[in-house]
């Protein structure tokens, strides 16, 4: 349940495609299958979203009872665990995305999906301030939008 529930409230903050549907559905179908976390996880990666695609390979690593996550996961050589594993030890990746929508709102001070995106970053950071920060102004922006109450629930119960 708590999977399923992780999906949703991911698939509504961040944009859809048909390739990450499809895992998400191979996940929801076999939940204790560890290829489709795999799956799932790298593209996560590919969208450089570190932490979500961190739980995927911690999910798939314990259903497959093999080595530490690790051992499994930064110790392989292909290219987007090489990524994750680069991000996790260096934050600043992070931090940068957050300069470069810092400065798209300075632009267009009305892109909610940027602040909402702000909110996401500044959470990863485990920086809670400024993730309520942006999303109140998500919030003021357009209130009915659900993510952002979502991400607000999220924010909150930690």
Sequence with gaps: MAIFLFLTVHSLIFP????????????????????????L????????????????????EIFSKKETWEENVL???????????KAMEAPEEIAAEISFWEKIVKEKPDYRDAYLRLAVLNYQLHKKE????YLKKVIDLDPNFEPARELGEIISSK
């Design 16 to 39: 859809e495609d048909e390739t990450l549907e499809r895992a998400r559905l191979e996940v929801l179908k076999d939940p204790g299958n560890p290829t489709p976390h795999f799956r």
């Design 41 to 60: 996880g790298k593209i996560f990666l590919e969208r450089n979203d570190f932490n979500v695609a961190k739980e995927e390979f911690r999910l798939a």
């Design 75 to 85: 110790g392989a050589t292909s290219p987007p665990l090489a990524l994750l594993k």
């Design 130 to 133: 400024e993730a309520r920060e």
